[in-house]
């Protein structure tokens, strides 16, 4: 068992009100509203099915897991595109978009891979995670680079144009109507009133991630009971991993807690397999990779066989009651159901049973 950090007992209701990072403290009133600590690794090949999934499940998630490089047929249009259509169905049914991209490289590259390139992830995901394997200067540089991003698109402009003939209230005091007389000039020339066009300018705060509006039918409906995310964008550190021989040591997971702690304004926790919250004042969220239950009507707790291939997994009451972990991420388990909605919440109610019981 864990020693008892003070955030492991406390309601995601109230661990909102002194987190740090503006999307952790959106993420645990989420969390609070859904009774949700879910989270989808929707790790399917096509566009097609991402949105497809991402709908039928959302309702039971709060975060959605994305590998946008996985997927074919991935439309990049900025306006229009495939991030453009999950962030409206992130709005429709509550949960933020998580790009598992594990950034590691030097600063200015990465810098560039998340706000520039094909994807321009930074615009459509709210969350992203990175390997520090090049150094915490790295989180440094992505820190920087959302902050730029965020105060340029921080204030959006609206244009109005106005279209329209003078009427009578507007003409100047020395200004006459013609009443029924002449509509001619003194020169014989006929008179006429030519259309006014106006157009003005306003900057208007743009504080959420909707950057672009589609026209589609339901892009406008925002999740009840909450509003739109901020638009502040947040890191996960990879932390520790859930694959056999992982080589991340504890010296390498302490690195990410050191940063973690230098730059809470952009680090929203970690990818990691039990809780690292030590310090007083952590209060760092944790998500949890290699997730899964034992097939209906077997024990709960049981063994659940690896996939062969290096993954091991723990179930939701492991994770979450005895490790500490705040969202439990679950791929296979569901995507691979025959009801992926049904086992998605089947999944939903055992998480949250979890947490429930770590908080008692």
């Not at 096509?46 to 590998?67: C, F, N, Q, W, Y």
């Not at 244009?159 to 003939?165: A, D, H, I, L, N």
Request: glycine residues 8%.
């Amino acid at each position: 068992m864990l020693d008892r950090h003070p955030t492991l007992l406390q309601p995601y209701s109230e661990r909102a009100k002194t987190a740090t990072h503006p999307l952790s403290r959106y993420l645990f009133r989420l969390m609070d509203l859904k009774a949700s600590n879910l989270c989808l690794s929707a790790d399917v090949t096509t566009a097609r099915e991402l949105l497809a999934l991402a709908d039928r499940v959302g309702p039971s998630i709060v975060v959605l897991k994305t590998h946008y490089d996985l997927i074919s047929g991935w439309d990049y249009n900025p306006q229009t595109g495939t991030g453009v259509k999950l962030a409206a169905l992130a709005r429709k049914h509550g949960f933020l978009i998580f790009e598992d991209r594990k950034f590691v490289d030097i600063g200015k590259t990465v810098q560039m891979q998340y706000t520039a390139g094909t994807a321009r992830i930074i615009e459509w995901a709210h969350i992203t995670n990175a390997n520090i394997d090049a150094g915490k200067d790295m989180v440094r540089a992505m820190a920087e680079a959302a902050a730029n991003w965020k105060a340029r698109i921080h204030y959006e402009v609206k244009t109005s144009v106005s279209v329209g003939t003078p009427v009578a209230g507007q003409f100047d005091d020395g200004e006459e109507q013609n009443n029924g007389g002449s509509d001619r000039d003194s020169d014989g020339r006929k008179g006429s009133i030519v259309s006014i066009t106006t157009v003005t300018q306003s900057f208007e705060p743009a504080d959420s991630p909707r950057l672009a509006k589609t026209n589609e039918h339901g892009d406008e409906l925002v999740f009840p009971g909450i509003e739109e995310p901020p638009m502040d964008r947040g890191l996960l550190l990879l932390a520790q991993m859930s694959s056999k021989g992982c080589l991340m040591t504890k010296d390498y997971t302490q690195a990410c807690v050191e940063a973690a702690r230098e730059h809470k304004d952009f680090v929203m926790g970690y990818v990691a397999q039990e809780a690292l919250n030590s310090a007083p004042d952590d209060n760092f969220i944790h998500m949890t990779p290699g997730c899964k239950l034992p097939p209906p009507g077997e024990e709960e707790n049981g063994h659940v066989e690896g996939d062969g291939l290096g993954q091991q997994y723990n179930t939701p009451a492991k994770l979450i009651t005895l490790l500490g972990t705040d969202i439990v991420i679950v791929g296979r388990g569901i995507i691979q159901a025959a009801d992926p909605p049904t086992e998605a919440e089947r999944y939903r109610r055992k998480a949250w049973k979890a947490y429930l019981a770590r908080l008692s």
